[in-house]
């Protein structure tokens, strides 16, 4: 092989092992993405349930009759 060839060589092993890097690099920063949008997904999901578990506590407290002194509902 020529110099100018062991050159280009050289240049392309190096183009490659830079590309690698910053395909790492963006991988793990896509990694740590997919962790944070999992965590905000959880919490906005036990949010959602609670706030529904709240709102049929709340449904089932105005609709339930109300009895007076003597376990009697009231008129």
């Known amino acids: 092989l020529k110099s100018r060839d062991l050159q280009k060589l050289s240049i392309s092993s190096d183009n490659m092992q ?3 890097w910053e395909l790492k690099r963006e ?3 896509l ?3 997919t962790q944070v949008q999992a965590e905000l997904l959880r919490k906005l999901k ?3 349930a609670i706030k529904k ?9 105005s609709t339930a009759p109300v009895l007076g ?3 009697v509902k009231d008129k």
Do not use: K
């Open 53 to 61: 578990a709240l709102s049929q506590n709340r449904a089932m407290r």
């Open 31 to 33: 990694h740590l993405v």
């Open 18 to 20: 830079h590309a690698y």
């Open 69 to 71: 002194t003597h376990g």
């Open 46 to 48: 036990t949010s959602t």
């Open 27 to 29: 991988m793990s920063n």
